[in-house]
């Protein structure tokens, strides 16, 4: 069973850099062909789709966040990393990671619990 | 970019009564749609994949239906832990979330 455990600081700063990590456990990040993404929810709003990085290492990203997103692997950690730079307060939200099969609309099967992540000085 | 857009905003319902929940695509998707759902505090639970396909673990109640642009999720007899937001899904676009209460 696949299982993504999301991490990083809880309160970042204006303009500075959204770090997060996604671990991964159950599974090899580096195997089959699925999708790794990070999707983000303000509080008691819809769910925003940020980017995701697939197996072999492309990456998409939301137009509306390209400019400011970076999305990588560390296969030797079986992890992959959200980076979101100068950050305002609308990016304060819960954060997932989860992962997709590629095709079929790319649902995601398996998603972590969340972290909240407040911009704030 | 794949606009879907989910209606209504907020369907009020009885326990054991049925529940349409409808999404719209801007473009065809063709059968390339899944329906989440999420309670409060959790994260996003795959109902249906391909648009009809139950996930894992999902009871028959939850069915879904549709291709093209038109989509529905239909929950055919609402218990008390299906009142949540449901949400669709087209690889890289949301919609913008039904919430189902108790009337």
């Known amino acids: 069973q696949v299982q993504l455990q999301e991490s990083g600081p809880g309160l970042v700063k204006p303009s500075q850099t959204l770090s997060l990590t996604c671990t991964v456990s159950?599974?090899?990040?580096?195997?089959?062909?699925?999708?790794w993404s990070w999707i983000r929810q303000p509080a008691g709003k819809g769910l925003e789709w940020i980017g995701r990085?697939?197996?072999?290492?492309?990456?998409n990203y939301n137009p509306s966040l390209k400019s400011r997103v970076t999305i990588s692997v560390d296969t030797s950690k079986n992890q992959f990393s959200l980076k979101l730079s100068s950050v305002t307060a609308a990016d304060t939200a819960v954060y997932y990671c989860a992962r997709s099969p590629r095709g079929e609309g790319d649902p995601l099967f398996y998603w972590g619990q969340g972290t909240l992540v407040t911009v704030s000085s | 970019e794949i606009v879907m857009t989910q209606s209504p905003a907020t369907l009020s319902v009885s326990p054991g009564e049925r529940a349409t929940l409808s999404c719209r695509a801007s473009?065809?998707?063709?059968?390339?749609l899944a329906w989440y759902q999420q309670k409060p505090g959790q994260a996003p639970r795959l109902l249906i994949y391909?648009?009809?396909t139950r996930a894992t673990g999902i009871p028959a109640r939850f069915s879904g239906s549709g291709s093209g642009t038109e989509f529905t999720l239909t929950i055919s007899s609402l218990q008390s832990e299906d009142f949540a937001v449901y949400y669709c899904q087209q690889s890289k676009t949301f919609g913008g979330g039904t919430k189902v209460e108790i009337k």
């Open positions: 473009q065809s998707v063709s059968s390339n």
């Open positions: 391909g648009a009809s």
């Open positions: 159950g599974g090899s990040i580096s195997s089959g062909s699925y999708y």
């Open positions: 990085i697939y197996t072999s290492g492309s990456t």
